[in-house]
């Protein structure tokens, strides 16, 4: 058996480096997947405890509408959607005054007797 040196040569520090380099990677790699197991683990258990308490979850994040800030309009475009509105208003106050009404009758009817 040939006796080992006690000096190591480049390549041997090179190759023991590559080793460790690896070991590392490989542990980061089961750090990585611990870490994901265990917040999919944290939110199925979440979601049992708010059906358990009988909680909605979160709403789901919704877009912003409407046009961007500072956009300009043409002033057909802008008398287009005062229209628009006035109409929309008109209809609602419609609507508001036919609900009064239809709750008002509803108590006139013939009394039992």
Do not use: C, F, H
């Not at 690896?22 to 265990?38: P, T």
């Not at 409407?66 to 043409?74: F, I």
């Amino acid at each position: 058996m040939p006796k080992k040196s006690k000096t190591m040569t480049p390549e041997d520090i090179g190759a023991a480096l590559g080793r460790l380099a690896n070991r590392i990677d490989e542990w980061k790699k089961q750090r990585e997947a611990l870490l994901a197991e265990g917040e999919r683990l944290v939110a199925v258990a979440m979601s049992y405890v708010q059906e358990l308490r009988g909680e909605v979850g979160p709403a789901p994040a919704r877009r912003r509408g409407g046009r961007p800030k500072g956009m300009k309009l043409s002033e057909e475009t802008r008398a287009k959607l005062r229209a628009a509105w006035k109409r929309r208003k008109a209809r609602m106050a419609a609507a508001k005054t036919a609900a009064g009404k239809a709750a008002k009758t509803v108590g006139k009817g013939k009394k039992a007797g």
